[in-house]
């Protein structure tokens, strides 16, 4: 997957596809969760996530991990100058990279729905692995709704993402898996929920 050549029109197309729905996933628990030492952010993309974490948790020191150079490029141009101190970008990997440190935030927004079963299965253990034994783990992410309309509707937009991004990303993954198994596999419980957008997007608070 290479999500350079989108980085830098990828904010654009978020805002006239979906408004600040995205980011009212990515902020939905904020305020509802101690502030952390160590935050790791996965696929973090252009940065937005990330400047607002600085500004709620000024003592913490952020890890971003992501493929695209691009993207943490933009990203790093976002950070102030007084915060860049605190912030380490990872041009990485995330199944390859190797990490010595421990977190007690992660946060993966929109990132876990690219990848095929077994890649997303991989990528779980290795960030469970990565976390602290009181570890809050935050996602958002697309989903399909129980109810028909709003089944129907999800499945078609879905399956219209997922065309778009296989073919301009070589996205891996064909369509959606649920990271809920891997996430309890690795000894993490759903603790809070939300739905957006008429179930279509959800955004998730999990604790060990």
């Known amino acids: 997957m290479n999500f350079d050549r989108l980085a830098p029109f990828y904010q654009a197309m978020e805002s006239v596809a979906a408004g600040r729905k995205l980011r009212r996933c990515r902020e939905a628990f904020l305020g509802e969760i101690p502030e952390p030492r160590r935050f790791l952010l996965a696929g973090e993309g252009r940065g937005g996530f990330l400047c607002e974490c600085l500004k709620r948790y000024p003592n913490a020191r952020f890890t971003v991990v992501d493929s695209s150079r691009v993207m943490l490029d933009l990203a790093r141009e976002r950070v102030a100058y007084a915060d860049l101190k605190r912030v ?12 010595d440190e421990r977190f007690d935030l992660i946060a993966t927004h929109f990132f ?37 309309f709003a089944s ?19 996205l891996e993954a064909r369509s959606l898996t649920a990271a809920d198994p891997f996430l309890s596999a690795a000894g993490f419980r759903l603790e809070k929920r939300r739905e957006f957008d008429w179930g279509l997007l959800k955004s998730e608070c999990w604790r060990r």
Not at 88 to 99: K, S, Y
Not at 152 to 170: A, D, M, N, Q, V
């Open 112 to 148: 876990l729905d690219c990848f095929a079963p077994q890649t997303l299965a991989a990528i779980v253990a290795k960030l469970a692995a990565l976390a602290t034994p009181d570890a809050v783990w935050l996602l958002s992410d697309f989903q399909v709704p129980n109810k028909r």
């Open 88 to 99: 380490l970008f990872v041009h990485a990997d995330l199944v390859e990279w190797t990490c």
């Open 152 to 170: 129907i509707r999800s499945r078609w937009i879905l399956c219209l993402l997922y065309r778009f991004f296989r073919l301009s990303c070589k």
